[in-house]
C-alpha cells in the first residue's frame, strides 16, 4: 500500500441477516449483522458472529440486537455502532492515519427517501467521506455477471432475510421493482411458530433457523434430494421439561408454504407488470435467484413448475450483492446507476 495512499475504498452489501464487506478486491469481513451493547456504558460489547452468539442469550447489562430489520434500518444508533465495528475489521495496513472512506452500500430498490438518508448518514458517521449508494438488484445483477447496460431484460429475484427484491433490468436502469417484506426472517419465524404449536417444543430464532437449513423445503417432495430428518432439542412449551423431537422435510415444507406463495405470488406479479419485449427477454434468458433464501430446497424447481420460465440460482447467492457493489466500486466514474 503506497504512503499517499489515503483513502480506504470499501463496498458493502449491509443486509438484515448478514454484512459483507469488499476491500481490495477481496470479500474481508462476512458477518451476521449484529451488535451488543452494553446498556451501562451504550458502548460496543461485541459485533458479528460474536454478538449473534449473544443474541437471545443477554442480561440486564447487555443487548444484543439486529440493527435492521424488514430490509430497511430500524435501530439507528445500533446500526451505526455495527457498521463502524464491522469496518474496523478491515486490515488496511494504516496505523498512523485514519484514512479517508470512500463505500459503496447496496440498498434496496423499495427504499423510501428516509431509508436512504437513513443508509446514507450511518455511513457517514461511521466515517465514510464519499459514499455512493446502488439499488440492491442491480447490484446483484452486476454480480451475477449479468451485461446490465445491454438492451436485454434481466428479472432478478433476491431473497434476503428482511426482503424479497424482484426487479426487471434494462439499459443500465431499473424498469421495475417489487418488494415485499416477506423473505427468510419469516420462514425462520413460521418455523418457530409450528414448532411451538405442533410439537409444544420452544426454539429460538437461532434455532429455527438450523432446522430451516437442515431440513428446509419449498416442495414436500424433494425425491433424491431429500435431506435427513432433524432432531430438535428445547424445553416443553409447558412443561419446560427438555424434548426431542425428529422434524421432517415435508412437516417444514407444509409450515413455510403460505410464506413461500406471497414470495411466488410477488414474482408473478411482477412479471404481469413487465412490457412484453422485456417480457420476451425473460423467457428466453430465465430469472436469476439470488440471496440466502435461493438455497431453499426445491425453490428453483417450485418456481419454475409454477411460472413456466427457467430458474437459475446464482453461483453463490449470499455474495452476488457485494460483488456487484465491489464491481462499481471500481467503475465509479462510469456506472450511472450509482447515487451519489
Ligand atoms: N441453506 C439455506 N436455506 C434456506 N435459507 C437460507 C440458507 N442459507 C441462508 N438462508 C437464509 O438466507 C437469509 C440471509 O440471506 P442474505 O444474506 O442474502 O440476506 P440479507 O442480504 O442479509 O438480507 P436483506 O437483503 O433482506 O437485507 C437468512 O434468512 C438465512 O436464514
Ligand atoms: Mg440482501
Redesign the pocket.
Known amino acids: 500500500m503506497g504512503f499517499f495512499n489515503l483513502t480506504k475504498e470499501i463496498a458493502m452489501?449491509l443486509?438484515?441477516?448478514?454484512?459483507v464487506i469488499i476491500y481490495d478486491d477481496k470479500i474481508v469481513v462476512d458477518q451476521p449483522?449484529y451488535v451488543a451493547i452494553n446498556r451501562d456504558t451504550n458502548q460496543m460489547e461485541a459485533v458479528g458472529e460474536k454478538a449473534k452468539e449473544m443474541y437471545e442469550k443477554t442480561n440486564e447489562r447487555i443487548k444484543s440486537v439486529r440493527p435492521?430489520r424488514d430490509?430497511v434500518i430500524a435501530d439507528f444508533s445500533a446500526c451505526e455502532m455495527m457498521m463502524r465495528g464491522l469496518i474496523k475489521m478491515v486490515q488496511t495496513g494504516h496505523h498512523l492515519f485514519s484514512p479517508s472512506l470512500r463505500m459503496v452500500i447496496g440498498v434496496?430498490s423499495g427504499s423510501t427517501e428516509v431509508e436512504l438518508r437513513a443508509v446514507r448518514d450511518s455511513a457517514e458517521h461511521a466515517d465514510g467521506r464519499d459514499v455512493y449508494l446502488i439499488f440492491?438488484p442491480m447490484a446483484a445483477a452486476v454480480g451475477i455477471g449479468i451485461d446490465v447496460e445491454a438492451a436485454q431484460g434481466n428479472m432478478i429475484v433476491?431473497?434476503?432475510?428482511?426482503?424479497t427484491e424482484i426487479a426487471v433490468i434494462s439499459l443500465g436502469g431499473i424498469v421495475s421493482n417489487n418488494s415485499i417484506r416477506v423473505?427468510?426472517?419469516e420462514?425462520?419465524a413460521d418455523i418457530q411458530n409450528y414448532m411451538s404449536q405442533q410439537h409444544n417444543v420452544k426454539v429460538s430464532e437461532r434455532m429455527a433457523?438450523r432446522i430451516?437449513?437442515n431440513v428446509?423445503s419449498a416442495l414436500t417432495d424433494l425425491s433424491d434430494e431429500a435431506p435427513e430428518d432433524y432432531i430438535v432439542c428445547g424445553p416443553n412449551r409447558v412443561s419446560a421439561l427438555p424434548m426431542r423431537v425428529p422434524v421432517c422435510y415435508q412437516e417444514i415444507a407444509k409450515c413455510i408454504d403460505g410464506t413461500i406463495r406471497k414470495i411466488e405470488d410477488a414474482v408473478l406479479s411482477a412479471l404481469e407488470n413487465t412490457p412484453p419485449e422485456l417480457y420476451a427477454d425473460i423467457v428466453e434468458n430465465g430469472i436469476y435467484l439470488t440471496?440466502?433464501?435461493a438455497?431453499?430446497?426445491g425453490l428453483d424447481k417450485r418456481l419454475q413448475t409454477k411460472i413456466g420460465i427457467p430458474i437459475h440460482i446464482a453461483d453463490d447467492?449470499?455474495h452476488s450483492?457485494v460483488k456487484g457493489t465491489g464491481i462499481a466500486l471500481k467503475n465509479i466514474g462510469r456506472f450511472s446507476f450509482l447515487m451519489r
Do not use: F, M, Y
Open positions: 452489501d443486509g438484515t441477516a448478514n454484512t449483522s435492521l430490509g434496496p440492491e433476491d431473497i434476503g432475510g428482511g426482503s423473505a427468510g426472517d420462514i425462520t433457523e430451516k437449513k428446509g440471496g440466502g433464501g438455497l431453499l430446497r447467492p449470499l450483492v
